[in-house]
């Protein structure tokens, strides 16, 4: 039997969504120079120069479209992969290209198409069509031997081929293949750490995109708590938020599955999966954290707001939200090169713990509490991560880091680099009240000694506050890249007008 869904307003609503388009955005797509990745080509061959031999070519293999499942249907409109386009700025898939290490020289290889392609998607482009658009130095259709033959042409003593492991997932980015790859030497270990720890720092072209993708991120939360009210779904939310992000941002792809969270979904930490699709309706009373982020050119942003259904917080609301909220100013006033991201970490949960405290949530010696691990009781997750192409953007692990910590907690941190200028970082500090580390925290004497447990009852069920910013480092001070209200007042201010 199908359940009913009751449809809200939907009319003034939707009227309601449109007049609040973003009033400093045209709607017209961010145009993207091809300057920005010969930067990036530029920087990748200068950093290999000293590392690899002569005659060394790089071959990188763009993302490949995926149909659904067995059908002939495809299941989401294309997204680069990350890396390809970090080089290239390539759209389409199925691409591949190379990048000679001695001189530069960058060459794409689209596919060649069936001539049924100009009838079903349009018109097939000429090499130089995408030659002039990527403004790279030459362009030849990939047919069976096409690339072998380049390779041969130019010389290639080694290929350089990217195998990258992600850190978070563990997933492999296997290296590109190709007929005729088998009759060169190929090295598959260098390449990765040194792109991705060009990627963990920004250019200023590269900054120029992340301002815009966070600067249509804040219109559209922005939009989202305008649209909220009691008897909403939290899907609505998600949608008005999606809607923005595309009509006046242009930003077709989000970085991520939408978390669109009400009242106790807010511990819920990656709320909006299959299981729990964004599809409660939204009472009065009920907090709402959302965190979702589009990507302009696959550069994301990451962006997480908490606020009240109704417009007012509670008491208890504002306690636990002021705590949030003074972890996330401390840290983005701390941050600097030279810390180390453990530190910041730390930092966090050593204000939540002195605040919960003196809300008569924990007693005790806050170091002491520190020292327990009561802070990943209420976060679990870590700090931040760093941001880019991908929402959690590769590199945690290079340069000076160290191994991944054990303790709970510590041990979700997907970075413990010391922070450098140009790098794009994550503050996103959280509380919450998840029953199963409440009841095993409670359960161990070592750490129930912290807890007053009558105050505690007080919040069970309450949810969760996380509040995220996206943070450039630099010397003279963090650049804050998003901006949405953020105080109490600032925030009910805004959902009266």
């Given at each position: 039997?199908?359940r009913r869904l009751?449809i809200v307003g939907s009319?003034?609503?939707l009227?309601?969504?449109l007049?609040?388009s973003?009033?400093t955005v ?12 010969a930067?990036n ?13 002569a005659g ?5 293999r ?5 149909n659904?499942y067995?059908?002939d249907a495809?299941?989401?409109p294309f997204?680069q992969?990350?890396y390809?386009f970090w ?9 591949y290209g190379a990048?000679?290490v001695d ?8 596919p060649r ?6 009838i079903?998607?349009g ?8 030659k002039?658009?990527?403004k ?13 033959d380049?390779l ?7 290929l ?6 992600n850190?978070d997932?563990?997933n492999?980015?296997?290296p590109?293949?190709?007929k005729g790859?088998?009759?060169?030497p190929?090295d598959?270990?260098m390449l ?12 200023d072209k590269e900054?120029?995109v992340?301002?815009y ?8 939360h ?9 008897g909403?779904?939290?899907?609505q939310?998600e ?15 989000l970085?991520?599955?939408?978390i ?8 819920i ?6 299981n729990?699709?964004?599809n ?7 907090l709402?954290?959302l965190?979702?982020g ?8 990451d962006?997480?707001?908490?606020f ?6 509670t008491d ?7 705590a ?5 100013r ?11 991201w ?6 966090a949960e ?5 605040d919960?405290?003196?809300a008569g949530?924990l007693?005790?010696?806050v ?5 327990a ?6 976060m679990?997750?870590g ?6 192409l ?9 340069g000076d ?16 680099r ?5 790098m794009v970082?994550?503050?996103?500090p959280g509380?919450?009240?998840i ?8 359960a161990d ?14 919040f069970?069920g309450?949810?969760?506050v996380?509040?995220?910013d996206?943070?450039v480092?630099w010397a003279?001070g963090?650049?804050v890249?998003n901006?949405?209200?953020r105080?109490v ?5 805004f959902m009266r007008?």
């Amino acid at each position: 039997m199908f359940r009913r869904l009751k449809i809200v307003g939907s009319l003034q609503i939707l009227t309601s969504i449109l007049k609040m388009s973003v009033s400093t955005v045209t709607g017209e797509p961010f145009v993207v120079s091809p300057a920005l990745f010969a930067e990036n080509r530029l920087r990748l061959v200068n950093a290999l120069k000293e590392k690899a031999k002569a005659g060394s070519v790089i071959v990188l293999r763009g993302g490949v479209e995926q149909n659904r499942y067995n059908t002939d249907a495809m299941d989401l409109p294309f997204r680069q992969e990350s890396y390809f386009f970090w080089a290239f700025g390539v759209h389409e898939s199925d691409f591949y290209g190379a990048i000679d290490v001695d001189s530069g020289k960058s060459i794409l290889f689209p596919p060649r198409l069936h001539p049924d392609y100009a009838i079903w998607d349009g018109k097939i482009e000429p090499e130089n069509w995408f030659k002039k658009i990527y403004k790279v130095d030459d362009v030849h259709f990939n047919d069976a031997n096409t690339i072998n033959d380049t390779l041969r042409n130019m010389g290639a003593k080694q290929l350089l081929l990217l195998r990258a492991e992600n850190t978070d997932s563990g997933n492999v980015l296997e290296p590109a293949d190709f007929k005729g790859k088998s009759e060169f030497p190929v090295d598959t270990e260098m390449l990765y750490p040194v792109m991705a720890n060009l990627r963990v720092f920004k250019t200023d072209k590269e900054l120029e995109v992340m301002r815009y993708s966070c600067k249509i991120a804040s219109e559209a939360h922005k939009a989202a708590m305008k649209a909220v009210r009691p008897g909403l779904y939290e899907y609505q939310l998600e949608s008005v938020f999606r809607h923005i992000s595309y009509y006046d941002g242009g930003c077709r792809h989000l970085a991520y599955t939408c978390i669109a969270a009400s009242g106790v979904n807010g511990a819920i930490l990656h709320y909006g999966h299959a299981n729990a699709p964004n599809n409660k309706k939204i009472l009065d009373g009920d907090l709402c954290l959302l965190d979702m982020g589009p990507e302009c050119e696959c550069y994301a942003s990451d962006v997480t707001t908490t606020f009240p259904a109704n417009g007012k917080f509670t008491d208890k609301q504002k306690v636990i939200y002021n705590a949030v909220l003074r972890a996330n100013r401390e840290v983005t006033k701390s941050a600097r090169p030279g810390v180390r991201w453990t530190e910041m970490h730390l930092l966090a949960e050593r204000v939540l713990l002195t605040d919960l405290k003196a809300a008569g949530i924990l007693t005790g010696d806050v170091e002491e509490m520190l020292d327990a691990r009561i802070g990943a009781v209420f976060m679990p997750h870590g700090l931040g991560h760093l941001l880019g192409l991908d929402v959690h953007d590769c590199g945690g692990y290079l340069g000076d880091a160290i191994p991944r910590p054990k303790e709970p907690g510590m041990k979700s941190l997907r970075t413990t680099r010391t922070l450098q200028e140009r790098m794009v970082i994550t503050v996103e500090p959280g509380c919450y009240f998840i029953d199963v580390l409440l009841d095993a925290a409670l359960a161990d004497p070592a750490k129930r000694k912290y807890f007053n447990v009558d105050k505690l009852k007080e919040f069970r069920g309450f949810g969760g506050v996380r509040i995220e910013d996206d943070i450039v480092i630099w010397a003279k001070g963090n650049e804050v890249l998003n901006d949405v209200p953020r105080t109490v007042e600032e925030i009910e201010a805004f959902m009266r007008h």
